[in-house]
């Protein structure tokens, strides 16, 4: 099971991530929300992070080629699709980098399911929002065969019922390891803590 931890945005992010060794952080570099960097933000803390931890960078109706020059100068290493980017968009995003591919998608209903499943993306996430910090109703998954990341609302209570119950490919948390708008390493490491329980091997450590 991989492990993300997204919207990092100072050093001291960087540092935590460092420190705990999730698997993937996260940027998100399309404007207007509320953990939105810059460039050169990103650039930075992709300096400051460990070689091992992948950088994702989420994007959100974006530009193609922006979201291609990220990867390919070397700031994300993963592109995470949080739109409304359809199959062509993915195709030609694969015809400017070689990097993987999440989509991410909200999911309300069975249909929403069912699209998701159907995406040629590498991984599908599978969200309530877009960090809002919601969870959206599990059982519509509980029974999906194609390996997902699961997001939306986890924190550290219910970070182990929800692997228990749905054993899903990946997490990705951001705003339940914060308090106030920052990232809490309390908060980091009491989420890692709480996966222990649900008897997943993990590949984070801390």
Known sequence: MIIKFCGMKTISDIEAANALHPDYIGFVLTKGFKRTITADTAKELKNALAADIKAV?????????????????????????????????????????????????????????RYAVASSADHILLDAGTGEGRTFEWELIK???????????????NIAHAVEMLHPY?????????TDGHKDL???KNFLKRLLPAGEKLSAKG
């Open 57 to 113: 960078g989420v994007f959100v109706d974006e530009d193609i080629e922006t979201v291609a020059a990220f990867v390919n100068n070397g700031t994300i290493d993963i592109a995470q699709l949080h739109g409304k980017e359809d199959e062509e968009y993915i195709s030609r995003l694969r015809s400017l980098t070689d990097a993987e591919i999440i989509k991410a998608f909200r999911i309300k209903t069975e249909e929403d399911v």
């Open 186 to 188: 309390n908060k980091m």
């Open 143 to 157: 029974d999906l065969k194609r390996p997902y990341i699961l997001a939306g609302g986890l924190n550290p209570d």
């Open 170 to 178: 990946g997490i990705d948390v951001s705003s339940g390891i914060e």
